[in-house]
């Protein structure tokens, strides 16, 4: 029997893959003071309140190469999957780590999947790997299947603050400027090359949920899978999930709580929305 592994960097918000053999590579938020695993034990609401206290530089770091190998462990196939090529060096430290766990394992094979997304977007790549897999299909199967399956996914993002995300330099300090002013929250979608795109600066909770469900269509959701991922907002992910079932009363939708590096990032409101086009 062949060893298969599926494997992520933290920014998937999952800690097990249900009938897989799952391992997460940690990233890390790292302050003056502190430095955060993103691991299952790493107390996700201390480090928000934490950091809501804390008025010094913070900063995040991927997972690098002996980390991905950790996670890759002694398996004849892995599946990695990383946050977006275009945020972060995760992509490229897996790269490195495949060539090399390649390299002294002539007959292992490694996949890495940019996936130009993160939280959501990523676990449905990673259950869509994991039924070919099922399926008994071959590795050079699903390398050839995931990209095509890409092509039907997206993400949306609604945020209040993007604090964090402009310290960073992952968006411009002009996009971030509205967020968190005047009640106002930014609806946005991750872009073709994996950056962030804003798209609405809304009023009010009512009118931004109305406008997730919009974006939602118009970008081509049509009651697949969607997975909503937020931090410290139940509430508005719940009545998200309400109003999307309203429309579409088979959709599978599944909620979840963001680990420490998409809180970090989307900051205490946040939601991060994966979904499948039709
Ligand atoms: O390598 C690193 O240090 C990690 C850098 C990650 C930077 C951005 C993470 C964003 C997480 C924000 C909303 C979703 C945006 C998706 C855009 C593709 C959450």
Redesign the pocket.
Known sequence: MRKIKIVADS?ADITILEGADFSAAP?KVVTDEREFVDNASLDVEEMVEYLQGYSGKSS???PNTGDWLTAFSDADEVYCVT??S?????FNAARVAAEQYEAEHPERKVLVVDS????GEMVLIMEKIRDLVQDGRTFEEISAEIPMYQQKLG?L?M?QSMRN?ANNG?VSKLSAKFAGLMNIRVVGK?SDV???EPLDKVRGEKATLQKLVERLEELGYRGGKLRITHCFNAQMAEELKELVRKKFQKAQIAIEKCGG??SF??EKG?M?VGFEKA
């Open positions: 920014s990233l995040t770091s991927c946050i977006t275009g945020l972060s060096g995760s130009l997304s993160t939280g993400l993002f945020l995300l992952r991750a994996g950056t962030l590096l998409c990032y989307a946040g991060i």
